[in-house]
């Protein structure tokens, strides 16, 4: 039962993923050829909204439901992991039109060649966990 | 809307980034046998998982009951650019040239799905977020690390589409 809530936010993302053609690999590619401002409002829209909320949330020291405070594990600093790994996220992302939500959105919609790339992206995960010890982070 | 789903996620005592799934879906396969990056306990992660069961429903739900299944209207210099790599105009939102069954199971079209698929695997989890965890709850946060990797995103994405699209798309 506690899972219930987390499928209903799970749906009303795919919802809203779908309904904003956020899924869409056209819309993917008109971002990357900065030719239209779909994209940008949407992921802007949310950003700006969330450092609003954020900073809310901060100083008022909002506690979640359970009553612990909320609290934002800072990320290791480092250059390197973010620019590399991001700029080879973008690869895949412009190519497949998709990230990994926007995925799963594209089977439950359809497109079950979807499929195919989600399958790969768990590969590359398992890659980078067998390579990690490699890279330069 | 989005943002509002990552305050509820945050207010349920989780954080919003869907990448994580791919690590939590390695390890549940038993990869942590193998592999150290992967042994951990994923049951902490199954509201995440039910997060993303919850995001097939949505899409399904979005296609079958909130659909009017246009084309996805994007800009007539998009539809030119892309018509010079031989894509046809939108007809829906995906592009059959690569998500037709019948392409996924031509060589070519099947090799474009897997690459793009590992790429953002491995580069999602290199990057340690992906769209969700980095360019919106990172920069929501205002963490450096997030957007040097947004900078990295479109590093990739820019490449991908000016310098590697031309030489695979070429007719």
């Keep these: 039962m506690k899972y219930i809530k987390f499928l209903l936010l799970g749906s009303i993302f795919g919802i809203v993923m779908a309904k904003s053609e956020a899924i869409s690999w056209f819309r993917i590619q008109e971002m990357f050829r900065f030719q239209s401002f779909h994209m940008y409002g949407i992921i802007g829209t949310a950003v700006i909204l969330g450092v609003i909320g954020v900073a809310l949330i901060k100083k008022f020291k909002i506690r979640d439901y359970h009553g612990n405070p909320i609290l934002f594990s800072p990320k290791e600093d480092s250059v390197t992991r973010y620019l590399a790994g991001g700029a080879i996220f973008g690869l895949g992302w412009a190519l497949s039109g998709a990230c990994p939500g926007p995925m799963v959105v594209n089977i439950g919609y359809g497109f079950l060649s979807m499929g195919i790339v989600f399958f790969f992206a768990l590969v590359g995960t398992y890659l980078y966990g067998v390579f990690k010890n490699w890279l330069p982070h | ?171």
Aim: some cysteine; charged content about 10%.
């Design chain 2, 1 to 171: 809307m989005i943002a509002g789903i990552m305050f509820f996620l945050l207010y349920f005592g989780q954080s919003f980034g869907f990448s994580s799934n791919l690590r939590t879906i390695c390890a549940a396969s038993g990869l942590g046998n193998r592999v150290k990056f992967f042994d951990f306990n994923w049951r902490k992660q199954i509201w995440n998982l039910m997060f993303l069961v919850g995001a097939i429903a949505g899409g399904f739900l979005a296609k079958e009951f909130l659909s009017t299944d246009g084309p996805v209207q994007i800009s007539q210099a998009t539809i030119s650019d892309l018509g010079k790599l031989g894509f046809a105009a939108p007809e829906s939102l995906q592009p059959a040239e690569l998500f037709s069954l019948e392409s996924a199971f031509s060589v070519k079209g099947f090799l474009i799905l897997a690459f793009g698929g590992l790429l953002v695997g491995f580069g999602s989890r290199y990057a340690g977020g992906c769209t969700s965890g980095h360019a919106i709850s990172g920069l929501s946060n205002l963490q450096l690390p997030s957007l040097l990797a947004v900078v990295g995103f479109f590093v990739g994405g820019l490449v991908m589409t000016f310098i590697i699209f031309p030489l695979i798309f070429s007719i």
